[in-house]
């Protein structure tokens, strides 16, 4: 079974930053692309990030220019950086890699914009 290692959730107000990770100790990090997605209560599932093997990065456009995903292959790791976080941005967040026909989640990471 993969298993997957999410954190850097929390409570934050509006301004505030936090960096959440993935790391995946049992896969082939460099093979995979690392999308990550958020819930929030009474909405669908949103991807909000993907980063490819070759690093090309793309994001939603209700977070472009204040997220940013970025990996780390020596460490198996994911990360996503979330600048001027948002009311709106109050989810539980996923890391979803992909290899192939292939793809795995975590249980999540708890996300909460309040002031």
């Known amino acids: 079974q993969v298993e997957l290692v999410e954190s850097g959730g929390g409570e934050v107000q509006p301004g505030g930053s936090l960096r959440l990770s993935c790391t995946t100790p049992r896969i082939t990090f460099m093979l995979v692309s690392v999308h990550w997605y958020r819930q929030a209560p009474g909405k669908e599932r949103e991807r909000v990030a993907l980063?490819?093997?070759?690093?090309?990065?793309s994001y939603a456009d209700s977070v472009q220019g204040r997220f940013t995903i970025s990996r780390d292959n020596a460490k198996r790791t994911a990360y996503l950086q979330m600048d001027n976080l948002k009311p709106e941005d109050t989810a539980v967040y996923y890391c979803?890699?992909?290899?192939?026909?292939?793809?795995?989640w975590g249980e999540g990471t708890q996300v909460t914009v309040s002031s």
């Open positions: 980063i490819e093997t070759t690093g090309d990065t």
């Open positions: 979803n890699p992909h290899f192939r026909d292939s793809d795995w």
